[in-house]
């Protein structure tokens, strides 16, 4: 599956976002769709996941209460809905696609376990 990350941007701490992934190539249903982020200097961090129904979703603790994840599959695209952001929020955001191999599969968290990745979109929140 192909992704094409978009929605980053300048905004000011306690502002909003709203990040958007698109998806072809495959069956958008059959994807558990995450959302990393990475700022300068650090490793690829985690920050929420959803199920291929949208049912289920599971937050990094960081961003947990401000933070949505959602899907909307006929349109096979993924949203980040980010409130009340912090300059530590800034960072370069990717989206990511896991192929949904069993009913009973997991959330996963680490960055290898997904396989395909949109190009990253750019998050800056200013103080």
């Known amino acids: 599956v192909q992704l094409q990350a978009s929605g980053g941007g300048l905004v000011q701490a306690g502002g909003s976002l709203r990040l958007s992934c698109a998806a072809s190539g495959r069956i958008f249903e059959s994807y558990h769709m995450g959302w990393f982020r990475q700022a300068p200097g650090k490793d690829r961090e985690f920050v929420a996941v959803i199920s291929g129904s949208g049912r289920d979703t599971y937050y990094a603790d960081s961003v947990k209460g401000r933070f949505t994840i959602t899907r909307d599959n006929p349109r096979s695209t993924a949203y980040l809905q980010m409130n009340s952001l912090k300059p530590e929020d800034t960072a370069v955001y990717y989206c990511?696609?896991?192929?949904?191999?069993?009913?009973?599969?997991?959330?996963?968290?680490?960055?290898?376990?997904?396989?395909?990745w949109g190009q990253g979109t750019q998050v800056t929140v200013s103080s």
């Open positions: 990511s696609a896991r192929a949904v191999r069993s009913v009973f599969m997991v959330f996963s968290s680490r960055p290898g376990d997904y396989g395909s």
